[in-house]
């Protein structure tokens, strides 16, 4: 009896498994060949509906290989637009991280507030002023417009104070004994000892950035300067597409934070449960 | 909060009262470090946030460049506009489907691996990967699946006798196709949080229960829910504003067709304010939009108040 109920929770487990996993095996494989299989096999069950019958890398060359367009670049505008975002969103977070946790100065309280609050404040409601302030800097069609609006993280501030805050104190007093400024304070102790918070909150920007579709999309009109997300919506409703292109366009967007997220899941989790649990 | 401040000790060892030069150049510091962070939040929060208040009482045209103070005719319009109002229904209706099915999906996948057996990293890992997929190529990949002539849903349909359909060219079943792909990519996030939270209820209390007799049941209503009540206040009060701005799949899923019937508030206000460049009266929409969300939120977070209570 208790056998048979182990036995039926694994198969539940699996079935749900193979829910969240199919559709990226599918992705995969449904690249890997060429277009006329996908309708060619999909008539009924079988086992031809994931696995390739001619494999080829073709839908790779014409989608890398391709001026309209080129998706390699669009990879890279991305990288370096999230790559940059994430470290100014590291600096600007962990310093004002650290003056809240363990400085003291007047209306700390009254600003810490403040940065809170801006949490219920969605992004929705400002899209139009904001989009106009880049009108008015000329950053409309500029990287400057995706990245400096997005130095802010509130979230990064309320995570990182609370692992400061766990760091003690008696280690902070013996630097100042030893005549440590806080500057040196900050970047010898605090920052080192903060390593895992800083890898949670740089992937949850990263990843977060890598996602970002709607802002973009308004910003960025220049489709050689687009952004992933934002080429690869275009590109699946043009009429009449190539989907098996579609489909390695989407693998090629999916590889690299799949990777970075199967090596890195421990501090992402950490990140989330923390939101969840302390917040 | 006082103990974890390096000022008095540094104030102490100065011998001088407690605004001596330690405590100014601390001050200082601290203002230097918030510095860039508050710039931003003024910058692109706060006078934003300003701004859009006035923008939303204006007939703002970008492209006619003109605007002009028109009042609250905008609110007044909106309240009349049956598009707007059909795109808060949507919003609505996903948020009212979305809610209960993915908070009940998400707890139940915490459940199933919360013991460490064998294996059960891998299945966190597997529940978790639709929450790293991206918007767009999970909205793509989803479009291909969902499709009549080659997707593999409708051949998993009918190999168990049921009949095959477009979900996404059926205005009636269109919100469906979205439901299903916003649950697979968010339980899991969820999940996660959920199984933090299962983590944190002792083992004792179920121990208890076990030896009065309390069958498994009993135990998820009388223990887990009630231990669960923060978690699920955090969880529902998240899934809630999620749904009702829900707009990324919506865009790449079916453009808000077919007729309009899976264009969503975020949509319309996107729609209003970019496509149509009338920037006042896409503003108002999002205030709108705004008050909405935070009168279910304070709701909500009365109602699990009051439940903590007990």
Redesign the interface.
Known sequence: MWQMRLALKYIIMTLIAIICIIPIVWMVTGSLRPYEELFQYSSSLNWHLFVPVKFTWVNYKNVIFNDTNPFLRYIWNTAIVAGSVTGIVLVVSALAAFAFAKLRFRGKSIFFALFMSAMIIPGEVTLVPNYLLMNNFGWVNSYASLIVPSALSVFGIFLLRQFFADIPNEILEAAKIDGASIMRVFLRIIVPAAVPALITLGLMTFLGNWDSYLWPLIVINDDKKQMLQVAIASFSSLAGTDWSKILAASTIATAPILILFLFLQRYYIQGITMSGVKG | MA?????P??SK?RKGNPFGRA?R???R???L??L???A??L???????V??FL?SFQNYNMVGGTRSFNGIDNYRTLMNDSEFLASLRHSLFFAVIVIPVQTAVSLG?AM??QRARRFTGL?R??????V??????????????YSK????LN??L??IGLPITNFLSNPDTAMYGIIILGI?KAA??FM??F???LN?ISQDLYEAARVDGAGRAQQFFRITLPMLNR?MA??VIMTT?DAI?L??LV??LT?GGPNGSTQTV?YY??KM??QQMQ?GY??AA??V??AI??II?LAQMTYFNKKADY
């Open positions: 103990r974890t401040e390096l000022a000790t540094i060892r405590l150049q601390e001050e510091t601290a203002w470090f918030i860039p962070a508050l931003a939040l910058l692109f929060v706060f006078y934003p946030m701004k859009a923008i996948l199933l691996i299945f890992t597997a529940y978790f990967i639709p790293v997929i991206s918007t767009s190529v999970a909205a793509t990949v989803f479009k291909l699946i002539d080659f997707g593999i051949q998993v009918k190999s697979w899991g996030f996660i949080i199984l933090a939270g944190n978690t955090f969880v504003i701005k707009a990324g865009f790449v453009n975020v206000i996107w304010a970019f920037m896409g503003t999002a205030f939009l705004f969300v935070l939120s």
